[in-house]
Every structure is written in structure tokens, then in C-alpha cells.
């Protein structure tokens, strides 16, 4: 069993930054894929950016892509998120997630994690 806890969310302003962090237990986390999803209010939950084992492989939503970088470090098993340029379209919950012991594509849909965090809420005033 997996336990997934973020934090680091909060109100900006547009074209400020924030840095989401997402600390892993109860698994073996070196070799489990960790992703990141958002929702927003009356929304389906959003694909935002997924990273391999060893950081090496990362894809990213389109919403995202040239702003947000994921990266981890498997030493603190923590996963971070890091949020530059943010739009008030950026606002939403922030949900970290993760698949242990998967080998080859990062998923890149909701459905291909077993494991959730409880989310923290980003807020971007414009």
C-alpha cells in the first residue's frame, strides 16, 4: 500500500510560481511511476505530467508543456512539481498519484494509477 501526501499549494498571482511537493510511503518508490492531475471545479480531472523511475522520461500535459517541470528525487522519495508562469486557468486541486512496479509507457490518464494523494488546492488570482 502506497501512501501519497502533497503540499505546497497555495494562492498566487498570475505569473507567479509554486512548487508542489508529494512525499511517498509504503512502497518502493525508486522504481514506481509518479504523475501529477489536477481538477477544477466542474471539470474532469486533467492530466498534468508524469515522470519515470529514474526522472529520465517525462511527458507533460499540452496545457502545461514550457511552464511546469516534474522531477523527483527517490533519496527523499518526494516528488515535486514545479509551476512557473501560472494562469488563472491553472487553478484547481493538485493531486499526486502514483503506479508501482510498472515497466514502459507513463500513463497518462487517471486510470493508469492505483494510488492517490488527497490533494492541495492551487489558487491563481489574475
Known amino acids: 500500500q502506497v501512501q501519497l501526501v502533497e503540499s505546497g499549494g497555495g494562492l498566487v498571482q498570475a505569473g507567479g510560481s509554486l512548487r508542489l511537493s508529494c512525499a511517498a510511503s509504503?512502497?518502493?518508490?525508486?522504481?514506481?511511476?509518479m504523475g501529477w492531475f489536477r481538477q477544477a471545479p466542474g471539470k474532469e480531472r486533467e492530466f498534468v505530467a508524469t515522470i519515470g523511475w529514474s526522472g529520465a522520461l517525462r511527458y507533460y500535459g499540452d496545457s502545461v508543456k514550457g511552464r511546469f517541470t516534474i522531477s523527483r528525487d527517490n533519496a527523499k522519495n518526494t516528488v515535486y512539481l514545479q509551476m512557473n508562469s501560472l494562469k488563472s486557468e491553472d487553478t484547481a486541486v493538485y493531486y499526486c498519484a502514483a503506479e508501482p512496479g510498472v515497466v514502459g509507457r507513463l500513463p497518462q490518464n487517471a486510470a493508469g494509477y492505483d494510488y492517490w494523494g488527497q490533494g492541495t488546492q492551487v489558487t491563481v488570482s489574475s
Open positions: 509504503g512502497g518502493t518508490f525508486r522504481t514506481t511511476i
